[in-house]
């Protein structure tokens, strides 16, 4: 659903505007556009770099104006190759510091490294590198974070949650999982720090396992009973409020508002948005000798306040 306001860029525009006019202040009002996509990477490229992947991926984030990307489910010469396709169009303001990669399964590639990885137009600073409770699987699913150099107290992480429900330690290991992310998402704020995070979390919006993510103002009958902090980034999707557009589109068991499911989210505590914000999940392209994912790119646009 696109609701994307120009009051968002004024906002930043002012902040500019203020500083250079010495005027002080203890946060800044930046806008940010969000990316996501978990490509399947192994599963359905067999770890190619060659068969249009790299393309769809880097034209996406460069077409989108994209500040911020999140890829789950990424080979390492995927990563690499991605890099290179970003500098050479000069996307990254550093070519050495606007990713970061980290892995979950050093083999999972056909004997490669795959996991998960960060790309930020403005150079970030030293990753975040956190162990989730362990699901007894070979892949090991990680938070991985980085702060933007420029602004430290912007933090941009992704994660990719378990499949697994299995009961371990006397709890369920996804909610195990989500409620360590939340935890350390959390602690993040509590140090000063503005979080965006986005990727596939696995539940969808109206699973009670999310319940402690999203804030109570977005209780719908769509997803109900929330105690938690945060907005989803597409949760005022008018054709089903509270949850939002499905990114894959043959989700079983669907979604409230019909065929799919949304388990691509991207989070961001409700009292750092500062005014309106909107997101969206884009068609499945077929440009990689058929089609690129069975996960869609998820997308959203935010202005967020940042503690200078």
Same mark, same amino acid.
């Given at each position: 659903m696109?609701?994307?306001?120009?009051?968002?860029?004024?906002?930043?525009?002012?902040?500019?505007?203020?500083?250079?006019?010495?005027?002080?202040?203890?946060?800044?009002?930046?806008?940010? *556009?969000v990316?996501t996509w978990?490509?399947?990477?192994? +599963?359905?490229?067999?770890?190619?770099?060659? =068969?249009?992947l790299? &393309?769809?991926?880097?034209?996406? %984030?460069?077409?989108?104006?994209?500040? #911020?990307?999140?890829? =789950?489910?990424?080979?390492?010469?995927?990563?690499? @190759?991605?890099q /290179?396709?970003?500098?050479?169009?000069?996307?990254?303001?550093d070519?050495?510091?606007?990713?970061?990669?980290?892995?979950t *399964?050093? +083999?999972?590639?056909g004997?490669?490294k795959?996991? $998960?990885?960060?790309?930020?137009?403005?150079?970030?600073?030293?990753?975040?590198?956190?162990? #989730?409770?362990? !699901?007894?699987?070979?892949?090991?699913?990680?938070?991985l974070?980085?702060?933007?150099?420029?602004?430290?107290?912007?933090r941009?992480c992704?994660?990719h949650?378990?499949?697994?429900?299995?009961? %371990?330690?006397?709890?369920?290991? *996804?909610?195990?999982?989500?409620?360590?992310?939340?935890?350390h998402? &959390?602690?993040?704020?509590?140090?000063?720090?503005t979080? $965006?995070? @986005?990727?596939?979390? =696995?539940?969808?919006?109206?699973?009670n396992?999310l !319940?402690?993510?999203? @804030?109570?103002?977005? =209780?719908?009958?769509n997803?109900?009973?929330?105690?938690?902090?945060?907005?989803? #980034?597409?949760?005022?999707?008018s054709?089903c409020?509270?949850y939002g557009?499905?990114?894959?589109d043959?989700?079983?068991?669907?979604?409230?508002?019909?065929?799919?499911?949304k388990? &691509?989210? $991207?989070?961001?505590?409700? !009292?750092? %948005?500062?005014? /309106?914000? !909107?997101?969206?999940? #884009?068609? %499945?392209?077929n440009?990689?000798?058929? /089609?690129?994912?069975?996960?869609?790119i998820?997308?959203?646009?935010?202005?967020v306040?940042v503690?200078?």
């Amino acid at each position: 659903m696109r609701i994307w306001k120009g009051g968002l860029v004024a906002a930043t525009v002012l902040t500019v505007l203020l500083a250079s006019a010495g005027v002080s202040s203890a946060a800044a009002n930046v806008s940010y *556009n969000v990316w996501t996509w978990n490509v399947a990477g192994w +599963t359905m490229h067999r770890g190619s770099t060659s =068969n249009g992947l790299i &393309d769809v991926i880097s034209n996406s %984030i460069r077409n989108r104006s994209s500040h #911020l990307a999140a890829l =789950n489910e990424l080979c390492w010469g995927q990563y690499k @190759a991605i890099q /290179a396709n970003l500098r050479a169009s000069d996307w990254g303001e550093d070519e050495e510091n606007y990713s970061r990669f980290e892995s979950t *399964n050093d +083999t999972g590639c056909g004997g490669e490294k795959s996991g $998960i990885a960060l790309f930020s137009k403005a150079p970030m600073g030293t990753a975040n590198r956190i162990l #989730l409770p362990d !699901d007894g699987r070979v892949e090991k699913r990680k938070l991985l974070c980085a702060p933007l150099e420029a602004r430290p107290h912007l933090r941009f992480c992704t994660t990719h949650i378990t499949t697994s429900s299995e009961v %371990i330690g006397g709890s369920q290991i *996804n909610q195990q999982q989500l409620d360590a992310v939340r935890a350390h998402v &959390d602690a993040f704020n509590a140090n000063g720090d503005t979080v $965006i995070i @986005a990727g596939d979390f =696995n539940a969808q919006p109206s699973y009670n396992r999310l !319940d402690k993510w999203y @804030a109570p103002s977005v =209780n719908t009958v769509n997803n109900p009973d929330n105690v938690g902090a945060h907005r989803e #980034l597409d949760d005022r999707d008018s054709r089903c409020v509270g949850y939002g557009e499905n990114s894959q589109d043959d989700g079983t068991p669907p979604g409230p508002c019909g065929p799919g499911k949304k388990i &691509d989210l $991207i989070f961001v505590r409700e !009292d750092k %948005i500062v005014g /309106a914000y !909107d997101g969206d999940s #884009l068609s %499945i392209s077929n440009s990689c000798g058929g /089609a690129c994912s069975d996960h869609r790119i998820v997308i959203g646009s935010v202005t967020v306040t940042v503690a200078s």
